[in-house]
């Protein structure tokens, strides 16, 4: 394996690890959601709000994240860059939180949530730090304290889930064998219900600020007007980009809430959102990948042979996207259990959102032609043109098929930014990726998903052991007939 993936390989894998680590923690939350709260128009209400916190993070961080990493690059200014984004964060999460604060009543009332003004309340403030810390957590990336970046992390998962378990199974405990308690009423109210969610996320957001405070007050604090305008240039083409790739990731959960004929929408939202946390792992490896690949490709810009190593670099992260696809959707009969029975009917989205989110793992590989060249414009241009696909076909789909709709959205956005990323990137920016090998991985991963669909069904195997037998054999297959039929090529990854 090159030095260069190596490289990225480690980063990848400690990113990864924190990932892996808390986002399973985390999903071991969605259980514990899915079968306190078996009415799915409850849980619904998280999938939406959280949907609007993903959209507001978007706005607040406004492509800052990314302008550091590029700005940075210059080491006689790296420092005033840090400092100059930092006080604009703070200043706008701020000022956001106060807005939020002062017409919390109207706002529920708008999101249809009149007797909840305190949510509002509670995800400003979240979003507002979650918002002030990214740029806290893209300094360590960028001076690659990869294992302080990821004990942060950690700890702030493990706080979320450890309020989260004192006030949906501990506190109603303790309440329900000690009634006449005092302190126990003065800390827990039964009627706030889903809100505490919200609550232990909200605690962990300002642990997580309080962590991170003591560094940040070591640094000369300098705010250059010139350099923001200029940070601010390059960012918000990202920023129409994020904004218009929230929409894609989040928003179905609004509109389904909202043009959904279904006779519960919200309980449509409900089942869609705990269906989409299934496809967790390939979200995990995404994200994981996401956090390494953007510092990792800046830093290899200027080398001789950098197109050659994006190019491998798609062709692995495809390869592990595509197992994972298989190791996925072969065990689906123990990873359904994750989710309350309740949930378990909007299971037959899981496989269109594996896909969809391969795909997107694949545009964000495609996405450095236009970071690398400036020409962020264009970012922007295919976000928003994803964006129009996923509101009109939303639209169209979701009235007629409900949550199911949103999936078949969800996929055809990704496909066609991926693939108009990649007709663009070969204009301005030719990197020439293994398309045939690409394509072969997808195909047969999907192959094998589909030959254990029609084996289980064509032998009526209904007994869940006996399932698992059959799709652990195909699994071993699979992996079998990768290794025979493109041997040379994993052999030569892990050679010096």
């Avoid at 009634?179 to 962990?204: C, E, H, K, R």
């Avoid at 959102?353 to 970071?371: D, E, H, T, V």
Wanted: contains cysteine; aromatic residues 16%.
């Amino acid at each position: 394996m090159s030095s260069s993936i190596k490289q990225l390989a480690g980063q990848t894998v400690i990113y990864g690890a924190t990932n892996i680590l808390g986002r399973l923690l985390n999903y071991l939350l969605v259980p514990l959601h899915t079968y306190i709260f078996a009415d799915a128009a409850q849980y619904g209400v998280v999938g939406e709000l959280y949907a609007w916190t993903s959209l507001f993070i978007v706005i607040l961080t406004y492509g800052m994240e990314t302008a550091f990493f590029n700005f940075s690059r210059d080491e006689e200014q790296k420092d005033r860059v840090y400092t100059t984004i930092v006080t604009s964060l703070l200043v706008t999460s701020t000022l956001f939180i106060v807005l939020c604060s002062i017409f919390s009543h109207p706002i529920a009332g708008w999101m249809k949530y009149p007797d909840h003004p305190e949510y509002i309340v509670w995800f400003s403030v979240i979003i507002g730090v979650d918002a002030l810390t990214s740029i806290f957590f893209a300094r360590l990336r960028h001076l690659n304290k990869a294992l302080k970046f990821a004990a942060v992390k950690i700890t702030n998962i493990v706080v979320n889930v450890v309020f989260n378990l004192f006030f949906l199974l501990l506190c109603p405990y303790l309440l329900k064998t000690h009634p006449d308690s005092a302190w126990i009423q003065t800390i827990y109210n039964p009627s706030i219900g889903v809100g505490y969610i919200f609550i232990a996320n909200l605690i962990a957001s300002v642990v997580t600020l309080l962590m991170l405070f003591p560094s940040v007050f070591r640094q000369k604090y300098v705010f250059d007007w010139a350099l923001w305008k200029k940070m601010f240039a390059y960012a918000f083409p990202l920023l129409i980009f994020g904004l218009a790739g929230i929409v894609n990731e989040t928003m179905d959960r609004v509109l389904i809430k909202y043009v959904s004929r279904a006779a519960d929408p919200q309980a449509s939202v409900g089942i869609y959102s705990a269906c989409y946390k299934i496809s967790i792992m390939m979200t995990i490896f995404v994200q994981a990948f996401k956090y390494a690949a953007e510092p990792f490709f800046f830093s290899k810009s200027k080398d001789r042979d950098a197109r050659e190593t994006y190019a491998e670099v798609m062709t692995v992260f495809v390869l592990v996207c595509s197992i994972i696809f298989v190791g996925i959707m072969l065990y689906m009969d123990v990873v359904q259990y994750f989710v309350g029975p309740s949930y378990r009917v909007g299971l037959p989205i899981v496989p269109i959102l594996l896909l969809a989110n391969l795909f997107l793992g694949i545009f964000y590989n495609l996405s450095i032609w236009y970071k690398l060249t400036g020409q962020t414009k264009f970012g922007a241009y295919i976000a928003i043109f994803g964006a129009i696909i996923t509101l009109g076909l939303n639209l169209l789909l979701i009235p007629r098929f409900d949550y199911m709709g949103a999936a078949w959205t969800t996929f055809a956005c990704y496909f066609s930014m991926m693939v108009v990323s990649y007709l663009l990137g070969q204009k301005h920016y030719p990197v020439d990726y293994n398309i045939k090998k690409i394509f072969f991985y997808i195909l047969f991963a999907v192959a094998v998903y589909g030959i254990s669909v029609a084996v289980n069904k064509s032998l009526n195997i209904t007994h869940m052991g006996a399932r698992l037998a059959v799709n652990t054999a195909l699994l071993v297959a699979y992996l079998g007939a990768l290794f025979v039929v493109d041997r040379r090529y994993i052999l030569s990854l892990f050679r010096k």
